[in-house]
C-alpha cells in the first residue's frame, strides 16, 4: 500500500503521461540489453531511480501535510479584497481550497495568465483521483479597466457555446464570482512553436498537427469571433491528437443572414490572433512568411466549415438560420476570386521558399 501511495504521488508530482513514458523508456532500455551484464546494469539503475524517487516522494509528502491548513476564498473578494489577495498570494502545494462544499488540494500552482490564477489540484474527498485545473481570479481590483472577476465569469459563461466545437477543456464544477474547475490537458505544443519553430518536429508530426490545426480552425466557423483569441492560447495535446484553446473571454456567434464580406472577413484568425506573437517572431522574413502560410490554412478550413453551414442552412451551435443575403451574388463572386487570387500568391511564396 505504501508503494502504491509512492506511485501516486510520483504520478501527481510528474503528471501521468511524463510517469508512463518513464516507465515504459525504461523497460524498453532493458529489453534492448545486448547482454545479460548491460540488462543488469539496467535494472540497478532503475532500481537507483525508484529509490530516489520515494524518497523525493515521501519528502513531498511530508512538506505537503505541512502546508495543509485549509483555506476559504468564498465571499472574501467582495468582503475582504485585501485578505483575498493575501490569500492567493499563500496558495502553495499541500494547502487544501474550500469552495462552498467542495475541498481541493492543491498540486502545484502553474503559470497563468494576466487575469487567471492557475492551479492543478485534486478533490479532497477521494471521489475523483485526477488531478484537474482550478481557475480563480489573480486578485480583487482590474485590469484594462474590467474586475478580474469578470474575466473568470466570461470564461465560465462562454465556455457552453464553445464546448460545443469539441476544441476546448471540459468543464466539471464552476460557481460564478468563485471558481472553475475545468480538464487537464497536457500542452505539449504552444501554436508559437509549431508556427514560429517548425524545425524542432518531424516531418511526420508537423503534419500531424497541421491536420489538427485546420480541424481545429473550421470547428471555430460558428464564431463570429472568440475574445482573446491569440497564439499562445491554443496548444497541442499529443495524447489527445488534437489542439485546445485554453482560455478566451466573451464569444459572438455567426448567424442569419450574412453578407459575403461577412463570411469572409469576419473571422477568429486575423491580426488580433497574431498580436503579441507577431512582434516578438516576425522579424524575420521566412517567420512571416510561415506566418501568414498557417494564418491562410485556418481562414481556408474555417470558411470551408461556413460553407458546409450554408449547405445546411443554420449555425450548428445556435441552431439558428444561417444563409447569404440573395442580392449579394456578384459581391459573394469578386470576393471569392479575389480570395483565390491571394492564395495563389501566397503558394507561389511558399513554393519559392521551400515552405510546404
Same mark, same amino acid.
Given at each position: 500500500?505504501?508503494?502504491? #501511495?509512492?506511485?501516486?504521488? /510520483? ?22 540489453? #545486448? ?12 532500481? +537507483? ?24 476564498? #468564498? ?13 492567493? *498570494? ?5 494547502? /487544501? ?52 472577476? *469578470? ?113 469572409? *472577413? ?29 494564418? +491562410?490554412?485556418?481562414?481556408? *478550413? ?7 453551414? +450554408? ?46
Amino acid at each position: 500500500m505504501l508503494l502504491l #501511495k509512492v506511485d501516486r504521488i /510520483i504520478v501527481k508530482i510528474l503528471g501521468e503521461q511524463t510517469f508512463r513514458e518513464l516507465i515504459f523508456v525504461s523497460f524498453l532500455k532493458v529489453l534492448q540489453a #545486448k547482454s545479460d551484464m548491460d540488462r543488469i546494469n539496467y535494472m540497478s539503475k532503475i532500481y +537507483l531511480l525508484k529509490q530516489l524517487f520515494f524518497i523525493a516522494a515521501l519528502i513531498y509528502e511530508v512538506i505537503c501535510s505541512a502546508n495543509s491548513e485549509s483555506i476559504t476564498l #468564498k465571499g472574501l473578494y467582495f468582503e475582504n479584497p485585501q485578505g483575498y489577495n493575501d490569500s492567493v *498570494a499563500s496558495l502553495v502545494p499541500g494547502k /487544501i481550497l474550500e469552495f462552498s462544499s467542495l475541498k481541493f488540494k492543491i498540486l502545484s500552482v502553474l503559470t497563468g495568465g494576466n487575469t487567471t490564477k492557475i492551479l492543478r489540484v485534486a478533490r479532497v474527498d477521494g471521489t475523483n483521483e485526477r488531478s484537474v485545473i482550478l481557475r480563480i481570479p489573480p486578485q480583487s481590483g482590474f485590469f484594462r479597466e474590467i474586475p478580474y472577476l *469578470a474575466y473568470l465569469n466570461m470564461f465560465i459563461q462562454n465556455h457552453r457555446l464553445l464546448s460545443k466545437t469539441g476544441f476546448v477543456p471540459s468543464m466539471y464544477f464552476f460557481a460564478l464570482d468563485e471558481f472553475a474547475i475545468v480538464e487537464e490537458v497536457n500542452p505539449d505544443v504552444s501554436m508559437v512553436d509549431f508556427v514560429f519553430k517548425p524545425d524542432s518536429f518531424s516531418k511526420r508530426r508537423l503534419k500531424e498537427m497541421e491536420k489538427g490545426i485546420r480541424e481545429f480552425a473550421k470547428a471555430m466557423a460558428p464564431f463570429r469571433r472568440i475574445g482573446d483569441l491569440r497564439m499562445d492560447q491554443v496548444f497541442y495535446d499529443q495524447s489527445q491528437k488534437k489542439w485546445f484553446l485554453l482560455d478566451w473571454t466573451e464569444t459572438k456567434l455567426l448567424d442569419g443572414k450574412v453578407t459575403p464580406r461577412e463570411l469572409f *472577413a469576419e473571422n477568429c484568425f486575423d491580426m488580433d490572433f497574431l498580436e503579441k506573437t507577431v512582434l516578438q517572431f516576425g522579424s524575420r522574413f521566412g517567420n512571416r512568411l510561415r506566418m501568414y502560410q498557417i494564418l +491562410l490554412l485556418m481562414r481556408n *478550413a474555417l470558411v470551408s466549415g461556413r460553407i458546409d453551414m +450554408l449547405q445546411k442552412g443554420h449555425n450548428p451551435i445556435s441552431g439558428k438560420i444561417f444563409e447569404i443575403i440573395p442580392d449579394s451574388t456578384k459581391i459573394y463572386e469578386s470576393i471569392q476570386h479575389e480570395l483565390e487570387g491571394r492564395q495563389t500568391i501566397l503558394q507561389k511564396c511558399a513554393r519559392i521558399l521551400g515552405i510546404k
